[in-house]
């Protein structure tokens, strides 16, 4: 594999001079810990894995560029953070065996940028995906960079997948949903035989609570859905970030488009917000909008009837425009 020579003068110019804004980056790394940064990316590997998302080449070292800069000033940021120390030392220590900051770069899974600790050093893996801003990567890099010394915790078995979600059975929903008659409590789901209730007797200490992105994989998962606005807008609020992600996932798979629309647009557009607490990107919204003079009706019995026999949800309250729900069991994989 070789890489175009177009790439080849933009790693040279804006990869490895010296005065470039990465090689400074390295330079206050190296003022940091004592060793110098070790970089030396595979690029045609990595151009031949990731090309298809560049349409206009000339934008793909920049890109790898803007990930490592926000990479590293992010490691130095949390080095010189007196609440990291146990982490720090842990850093130093892997480091020291080779006496210099080892970063490699590779492909993962993940829609954004993951940090793992690999062979005594930093693995900075990109999503094999189009760019997204860097203001969406920043809080997944400050959590994969202290969590990176942690041993394997199976944290897979707390999510679910866009491919895990059936395409039928769907079950009939009754007409009192949607008529805004009824007002009645659902009554509530007892807790699984795994998951029993938590008692707490006395509050916890701020500090030994774990951040909000890891408490919210943990059941009882809460879900809401709301009608908006009528036949245009339906808001589905959710305690657990990964059912999120799988109902836009399946969402965008089977959402129509607008062939009456010259451009023929997404008939749905789909809208995740993310929430403003913890370190990584988690969500908390999805916003459902129908195109404006659109042919199609958005109605939430679809979702309802989602959330319950797809994903296992159960109704604790409805009242025609808001419908509550709740998981007990926790969800795993395999």
């Known amino acids: 594999m070789s890489l175009p020579t177009r790439l080849k003068i933009d790693v040279r110019d804006q990869w490895a001079k010296e ?4 090689q400074i980056r390295f330079q206050e790394i190296y003022k940091v810990v004592g060793f110098r940064v070790d970089c030396s990316p595979d690029w045609p590997l990595l151009w031949t ?3 298809a998302f560049f349409p206009d080449p000339s934008a793909f ?8 800069v926000m990479w590293s000033r992010l490691l130095c940021d949390l080095l010189q953070d007196d609440k990291n120390e146990v982490w720090v030392e842990q850093v130093l220590d ?3 065996k080779t006496s ?8 993962g899974r993940a829609e954004l940028p993951a940090t793992t600790w690999a062979n005594l050093g930093f693995q900075i893996l990109l999503p094999r995906a189009a760019p997204r801003p860097l203001s969406e990567s920043s809080g997944g890099i400050n959590v994969g960079l202290l969590a990176c010394f942690e041993p394997p915790q199976g944290a897979l078995d707390n999510t679910i997948t866009a491919g895990q979600v059936p395409d039928d059975s769907w ?9 805004g008659q009824s007002s009645t409590p659902v009554a509530q789901t007892k807790a699984s035989a795994g998951t029993p209730p938590v008692h707490v007797k006395l509050l916890p200490d701020v500090d030994s609570l774990q951040r909000p992105e890891d408490l919210m994989l943990k059941p009882p998962y809460q879900l809401a859905i709301r009608s908006k606005t009528a036949f245009s807008t339906i808001t589905i609020e959710c305690s657990h970030p990964p059912t999120l992600k799988v109902i836009e996932g399946y969402l965008k798979k089977w959402t129509k488009r607008e062939f009456n629309n010259i451009n023929q647009p997404p008939a749905a557009r789909l809208t995740l917000s993310e929430s403003p607490f913890g370190l990584g990107t988690s969500y908390s919204v999805l916003e459902i909008e129908i195109e404006q003079y659109s042919r199609y009706i958005l109605t939430p019995t679809f979702f ?6 797809a994903l296992g949800y159960s109704m604790t309250y409805e009242d025609g425009i808001y419908w509550a729900f709740r998981r007990d069991a926790e969800f795993r994989t395999g």
């Open 19 to 22: 005065d470039c804004d990465l």
């Open 49 to 51: 894995e990731l090309k």
């Open 61 to 68: 070292i920049p890109y790898v560029r803007s990930i490592v």
């Open 94 to 96: 892997g480091v020291s």
């Open 100 to 107: 210099s900051v080892k970063i490699r770069l590779g492909i």
């Open 171 to 179: 079950a009939d929903v009754g007409a009192e949903m949607v008529t």
């Open 304 to 309: 309802v009837s989602f959330v319950q026999n």
